[in-house]
T-cell receptor, first 117, second 115 residues
Framework: AQKVTQAQTEISVVEKEDVTLDCVYE???????LFWYKQPPSGELVFLIR??????QNEISGRYSWNFQKSTSSFNFTITASQVVDSAVYFC??????????????FGKGTHLIIQP | EPEVTQTPSHQVTQMGQEVILRCVPI?????FYWYRQILGQKVEFLVS????????KSEIFDDQFSVERPDGSNFTLKIRSTKLEDSAMYFC?????????????FGSGTRLTVV
């Protein structure tokens, strides 16, 4: 069965510092998809990125970057020059491609990121 | 940009009562999902729905729960005889296809409080 581990329960940094959120996953499928979501205090889930298992190219979007390494089953997320507005809970999630039914997402427990001014 | 709409945003119900949470998925999406997030915990998959029937369900989704697409636009989650531990945020999501490659669009959630 699939599993997503976010070992960092809470991270607190001072504004403008860089911060990396770790995500390690387990799956038996060769085709799968990895996601990151942001959950601000208002509670909604904000989609950040989707990656498929065949695309190990790292991605950068503004201050956000993602490092996907199949060899270590990791999909880490880095925020450069953090800002107070980045404060939120961040979830890593996995969707397997079982070829059958509509599989949902398996989420990690989330990392609560606190950016102090 | 198309949205998934959930109503109500917050519902308070008495223990033992039945509650129906409502969702309007994106119109051209075919796959629908419910997730639950107990306060301070991770988001958990409950059920997926396609072609008017349940496609997958988790261990959480027991006989207390049911889902329905009563018309061409709504997708509902019914919780019978609510318990205190059903208090959580419930998220609806929809997608064009069955796998993660299609992505998922989440609604803003319904916060259910059972008292």
């Amino acid at each position: 069965a699939q599993k997503v581990t976010q070992a960092q329960t809470e991270i607190s940094v001072v504004e403008k510092e860089d911060v990396t959120l770790d995500c390690v996953y387990e799956t038996r499928d060769t085709t799968y998809y990895l996601f990151w979501y942001k959950q601000p205090p208002s509670g909604e889930l904000v989609f950040l990125i989707r990656r498929n298992s065949f695309d190990e190219q790292n991605e950068i979007s503004g201050r956000y970057s993602w490092n996907f390494q199949k060899s270590t089953s990791s999909f880490n997320f880095t925020i450069t020059a953090s800002q107070v507005v980045d404060s939120a809970v961040y979830f890593c999630a996995l969707s397997e491609d079982s070829g059958g039914g509509a599989d949902g997402l398996t989420f990690g427990k989330g990392t609560h990121l606190i950016i102090q001014p | 940009e198309p949205e998934v709409t959930q109503t109500p945003s917050h519902q308070v119900t008495q223990m033992g009562q039945e509650v129906i949470l409502r969702c309007v998925p994106i119109s051209n999406h075919l796959y629908f999902y419910w997730y639950r997030q107990i306060l301070g915990q991770k988001v958990e998959f409950l059920v997926s729905f396609y072609n008017n029937e349940i496609s997958e369900k988790s261990e959480i989704f027991d006989d207390q729960f049911s889902v329905e697409r009563p018309d061409g636009s709504n997708f509902t989650l019914k919780i019978r005889s609510t318990k205190l531990e059903d208090s959580a945020m419930y998220f609806c999501a929809s997608s064009e296809g069955p796998q993660g490659g299609y992505g998922y669009t989440f609604g803003s959630g319904t916060r259910l409080t059972v008292v």
